[in-house]
Nanobody, 123 residues
Framework: QVQLVESGGGLVQAGGSLRLSCAAS????????MGWYRQAPGKQRELVAV???????NYADSVKGRFTISRDNAKNTVYLQMDSLKPEDTAVYYC?????????????????WGQGTQVTVSS
C-alpha cells in the first residue's frame, strides 16, 4: 500500500557527513510523524530522530547537535543530515512513517518501514 524508499547511506570517515533521504509513495491520505531509527549489529533498533507534520522534532541524546531531521510535506519525504559522524553511528538506518489512509468516509492509520540503508563510519 505504501512504500518507503531510502537513499544516501554509505561509507564515510569519522568526522564526515552523510544525508539520508526517504520518500513515501502509494495510497496516502496524509503522513503524520516521520522518523529515523537505526540498528547496529547485536543491538536493538533505536530511535534516532522524529519529526511531526508541523515540524516539531525530537532526537536521541547521542545525536543531538550532530544530526538534523527535516521533511518536505509536498514530496512526502524525510531527510536526515548527519554531521560529525562517529564510528558508533555505524548501523543500518530505517525510515519510519505513520500514514493515514482514506477509503470514502473511512480512515485508518498504519505504520510503515523502509528497507534500511547501511551507514558505516570508519575511524
Amino acid at each position: 500500500q505504501v512504500q518507503l524508499v531510502e537513499s544516501g547511506g554509505g561509507l564515510v570517515q569519522a568526522g564526515g557527513s552523510l544525508r539520508l533521504s526517504c520518500a513515501a509513495s502509494g495510497r496516502i491520505f496524509s503522513i503524520n510523524a516521520m522518523g529515523w531509527y537505526r540498528q547496529a549489529p547485536g543491538k536493538q533498533r533505536e530511535l534516532v530522530a522524529v519529526i511531526t507534520t508541523g515540524g516539531s522534532t525530537n532526537y536521541a541524546d547521542s545525536v543531538k547537535g550532530r544530526f538534523t531531521i527535516s521533511r518536505d510535506n509536498a514530496k512526502n519525504t524525510v531527510y536526515l543530515q548527519m554531521d560529525s559522524l562517529k564510528p558508533e553511528d555505524t548501523a543500518v538506518y530505517y525510515c519510519n512513517a505513520d500514514v493515514t489512509h482514506r477509503s470514502g468516509t473511512y480512515y485508518a492509520a498504519s505504520t510503515y518501514w523502509g528497507q534500511g540503508t547501511q551507514v558505516t563510519v570508519s575511524s
